[in-house]
């Protein structure tokens, strides 16, 4: 069955980059698309960017054009988020979900979620 | 960016009643490919979204019948029939048509 495992949760200092893993098992990543959510606490879903893992085409929301970075390792099947120059108000749980190669439509399955707390 | 709208907020359903969520996009949804993308997720508290609905109104595999979506251009809803207690948790909408993707700001529902 089609499942996400997401890397486990993390503890920042403001300025510091993180890279959240999600492997995919159950498919062939580099068939379909990642997306990537991320939720602050108590708040709602935020859609930050998508990736083809077929090509690498990458489309990042205005907000972290400059600081998120989206790849995948198709031998490993795992799709990679690395944010950097972290703020507390990064502080969230972020999702990896299963998205097409064209982007934005599927979202059927989802990883369980990183808690990414950023902290002084 | 498209805005998306829920209404209501919260919601509290009796056991075995039903529900209806209101959605609403600030532009139509409709694509150039003639489809119209948009979802519904269900979140309980400390879990990832579930995928509900598809397309507007198509049920998720594993989706019971008992979740119906309709609508059309920018007005879209959401019906429970029969809710029951694991439906407790928030809905949200979400709109794959523009982007960026975007969320509604999600419907809380309980048991009354």
């Known amino acids: 069955q089609v499942q996400l495992l997401q890397s486990g949760a993390e503890v920042k200092r403001p300025g510091a980059s993180v890279r959240v893993s999600c492997k995919a098992s159950g498919y062939a990543l580099d068939s379909y698309g990642i997306s990537w959510v991320r939720q602050a606490p108590g708040q709602g879903l935020e859609w930050m960017a998508w990736i083809n893992a077929e090509n690498g085409d990458t489309k990042y929301l205005d907000k972290f054009q400059d600081r998120l970075t989206l790849t995948t390792h198709t031998a490993t099947r795992t799709a990679y988020m690395e944010l950097r120059s972290l703020r507390s108000d990064d502080t969230a749980v972020y999702f990896c979900?299963?998205?097409?190669?064209?982007?934005?439509?599927?979202?059927?399955?989802w990883g369980q979620g990183t808690l990414i707390t950023v902290s002084s | 960016d498209v805005v998306m709208t829920q209404s209501p907020l919260s919601l509290s359903v009796t056991l075995g009643q039903s529900a209806s969520i209101s959605c609403r996009s600030s532009q139509s949804l409709v694509y150039s490919d003639g489809q119209t993308y948009l979802n519904w997720f269900h979140q309980r508290p400390g879990q990832p979204p579930r995928r509900l609905i598809y397309?507007?109104?198509n049920r998720a595999s594993g989706v019971p019948a008992r979740f119906s979506a309709s609508g059309s251009g920018t007005d879209f809803t959401l019906k429970i029939s029969r809710v029951e207690a694991e439906d407790v948790g928030v809905f949200y909408c979400m709109q794959g048509t523009h982007w960026p993707p975007t969320f509604g700001p999600g419907t809380k529902v309980d048991i009354k």
């Open positions: 397309k507007v109104s």
């Open positions: 979900a299963r998205d097409s190669l064209g982007g934005y439509d599927l979202f059927d399955y």
